[in-house]
């Protein structure tokens, strides 16, 4: 993981103070299935992990509609982490900056780049995109965003709703952070690419993973009776289809979250571990770790993110795919199995 100082981006985080919104409640009653599902879930990760705060959020893709909600995914932001990786993919296929082909040299784990190390978990040397998403290359990402212009990635983050409030309804919503090019320093492009430099909130995490899932249209995240709302198309619908393909790859031994498989049922999505942060500095051994994924994947039904803030662990196993992968899995292997 890289460790660079972005006092900006964690001071803004340090000064945002948001209350707790048991949302479920204005969601879906509390006897919905899905929901019940989720809320035992998080209550035993809860007992078992000790975090901060875990917020859970289940969608269906193709109309935007919330099946369950539970803890603040509204009012809280944070730096998402690897989960932010497929922004700067689709914007690359989209602009015709990558292709399915393209080779990405990884440095074999340390990049320097203007007077800075990035680093990677594992060490590697050329990778493709969908390579780069499954083994989570801070290194490949890092790269591809350099081969796209400012504005180019910017406008595509912001297509995809960061930056903006979903319009939920439900109580506390915050906009997150996206500086505009105007503001970044000579790094903040390439943080950005793997999810550092950048605030999200768990629903905008949520609606953008059923943009992939759904072949590339933002949906509103509407509650009880209200109508699908198309926001906009985000990308194509072969951009989201290979991206799709590259994160059924992150789900399996050769990728970093391979206990979010589920036996009998195709998984996709993606891992997220970001540093916590205090007084804008960032803290070395406390973490949210972090999954957003959703299934079956070759025609989705549901969206999974999940968000662990600061779980009682140790560094070495605290990461997106050893704490919020195994939570993913324990939900969706229990509402696959619903009538």
């Known amino acids: 993981m890289n460790k660079l100082t972005l006092p900006l981006i964690s001071l803004l985080l340090a000064g945002c103070a948001t209350p707790?919104?048991?949302?479920?409640?204005?969601?879906?009653?509390?006897?919905?299935?899905?929901?019940?599902?989720?809320?035992?879930?998080?209550?035993?990760?809860?007992?078992?992990?000790?975090?901060?705060?875990?917020?859970?959020?289940?969608?269906?893709?193709?109309?935007?509609?919330?099946?369950?909600?539970?803890?603040?995914?509204?009012?809280e932001m944070f730096e998402p982490g690897s989960t932010f990786k497929p922004v700067v993919v689709a914007a690359a296929l989209e602009k015709g900056a990558i292709t399915p082909t393209t080779k990405i040299f990884c440095e074999y784990g340390a990049f320097q780049y203007d007077g800075k190390t990035i680093k990677d978990h594992y060490p590697t040397g050329d990778l493709t995109f969908d390579e780069i998403l499954a083994k989570s290359s801070n290194i490949g990402a890092a790269k591809i965003s350099l081969k796209l212009k400012d504005d180019d990635y910017f406008n595509c983050v912001r297509q995809f709703g960061f930056g903006d409030k979903t319009g939920i309804a439900v109580p506390y919503e915050v906009a997150g952070i996206v500086l505009p090019p105007s503001r970044w320093d000579h790094l903040t492009k390439t943080r950005m690419a793997f999810g550092q430099s950048v605030a999200v909130t768990p629903i905008q995490l949520t609606m953008a993973y059923c943009a992939l899932a759904n072949g590339g249209k933002l949906m509103k995240p509407v509650v009880g009776d209200e109508k699908p709302v198309l926001v906009r198309r985000v990308c194509?619908?072969?951009?989201?289809?290979?991206?799709?393909?590259?994160?059924?790859?992150?789900?399996?031994?050769?990728?970093?979250?391979?206990?979010?498989?589920?036996?009998?049922?195709?998984?996709a999505g993606k891992t997220?571990?970001?540093?916590?942060?205090?007084?804008?500095?960032?803290?070395?051994?406390q973490y949210w770790t972090l999954f957003a994924g959703f299934f079956p994947a070759d025609h989705p039904k549901y969206v999974i993110t999940v968000v662990v803030d600061e779980a009682d662990l140790p560094p070495e196993k605290n990461y997106g795919g050893l704490v919020a992968a195994p939570i993913f899995a324990n939900i969706a292997g229990k509402i696959s199995k619903l009538k």
């Open 236 to 267: 194509s619908k072969k951009t989201a289809e290979l991206i799709k393909n590259a994160l059924k790859k992150t789900v399996s031994k050769e990728g970093t979250a391979p206990l979010a498989h589920l036996d009998g049922v195709v998984v």
């Open 20 to 75: 707790f919104c048991n949302s479920h409640t204005q969601a879906y009653p509390k006897n919905q299935p899905i929901q019940q599902i989720t809320d035992k879930a998080v209550s035993d990760a809860k007992a078992s992990l000790h975090p901060k705060g875990i917020s859970v959020i289940v969608a269906e893709p193709k109309t935007g509609k919330i099946l369950a909600l539970s803890g603040n995914a509204l009012g």
């Open 272 to 285: 997220g571990t970001a540093q916590a942060t205090k007084n804008g500095v960032y803290l070395s051994d």
